[in-house]
């Protein structure tokens, strides 16, 4: 961002913010870092293998150029760079789907989160006409790069608590709303002596069983279709609640909680995965994605939330659980670790 802060001009750079969200998005919709894999094209190849008008797609081009996500050379050739070979499809790293999700519904949102503040009503509802999951379940494109592109943020965080935390002192693990699997998958093969089970709504849940049962883990991990604010099936030692209680407000994590604490057994844990808001007003930049990301809560749910280490000790006190240590991770994370009491 050019200009010292509280500039104008740091101003009027802020408020063309949303021309490298598009941009990306664009590159991502048209396929481009796809076509450029195998080299450089001119844009009239470019355009011709887009299905795009060459006049249009250069000055697409420029701006893709502008922002670092291609080159453009005087002779007309176009390269992706490092960084927008990420926007590729299927490989390893790929943030395409982000890409399309942060800009397509979720940016559309953010034209209505001004009525989010005045009204307490989800932006992404107002902007779209319906709340955010059944948008996504009746959008299956929308839905596939939501799901995408939060796998895709979901991998990191997945390799540093691993990293960071000694499941071995676990016997059966529990991911509580996990989704496809990919963490207790990630745990369990770390750890070829536990066992475990993925816990997601009935309509969710084989797809975790098919990914679990090709990664060969078939037989270590069971997939649980079920509501986990009516129940959490017991037998499990350790908890995980993966970017979970973020998606809830206060009154509905009590509830999800209070099933946890009566299937735990007394010597158990329970691994809370967040971001961590500052406790006061002041933020240094490890921080700020959490601010960022509460703000996104807001717009697509308006009472979901992240919050700070204090809110979540007060949170789960009240649960019946004390923490025991909190783990702070690369990627501003950090893995809470509570046990009943």
């Not at 250069?58 to 176009?78: F, K, P």
């Not at 070979?85 to 800009?103: I, K, P």
């Not at 699997?181 to 849940?205: N, S």
């Amino acid at each position: 961002m050019t200009g010292p802060a509280g500039s104008a001009e740091y101003l009027r750079n802020l408020l063309v913010g949303h021309i490298p969200v598009q941009l990306a998005c664009a590159m991502a919709g048209l396929g481009l870092a796809d076509l450029l894999a195998d080299g450089p094209m001119t844009v009239d190849e470019l355009s011709a293998a887009a299905k795009a008008r060459p006049d249009l797609l250069r000055r697409l081009v420029r701006g893709l150029a502008d922002i670092g996500l291609v080159t453009l050379e005087d002779d007309d050739r176009v390269s992706a760079t490092e960084m927008g070979a990420l926007l590729r499809s299927g490989t390893a790293g790929s943030m395409r789907e982000l890409a399309l999700y942060r800009g397509g519904p979720s940016y559309t949102s953010w034209g209505k989160l001004e009525h989010t503040v005045r009204t307490g009503e989800p932006a992404f509802e107002a902007a779209l006409g319906a709340p955010f999951f059944s948008y996504m379940r009746d959008h299956p494109e929308d839905g596939a790069a939501f799901d995408g592109g939060m796998t895709r943020l979901s991998l990191d965080i997945i390799d540093e608590a691993l990293a960071r935390y000694d499941f071995s002192v676990a016997r059966r693990i529990l991911d509580v709303g996990g989704g496809r699997g990919h963490f207790a998958a990630a745990v369990l093969e770390a750890h070829p002596q536990l066992e475990g089970a993925v816990l997601d709504l009935p309509e969710r849940i084989a797809a975790a069983d098919a990914y679990l049962r090709g990664r060969g883990l078939g037989e270590r991990c069971a997939a649980i279709g079920g509501n986990f604010f009516d129940s959490v099936p017991v037998g499990y030692d350790v908890h995980i609640l993966k970017w979970i209680l973020h998606d809830w407000n206060d009154a509905s994590c009590r509830q999800l909680l209070a099933q946890c604490r009566a299937a735990l057994p007394a010597d158990g844990r329970l691994l809370v995965v967040e971001l961590l808001l500052p406790d006061g007003a002041a933020a240094d930049g490890r921080l700020r994605p959490a601010i960022q990301t509460d703000l996104f809560m807001l717009v697509n749910f308006a009472d979901s939330r992240e919050r700070s280490l204090d809110e979540y000790e007060r949170l789960l006190g009240d649960c019946g659980f004390a923490l025991e240590q909190a783990i702070a991770l690369p990627s501003s994370f950090s893995v809470l670790d509570f046990r009943p009491h």
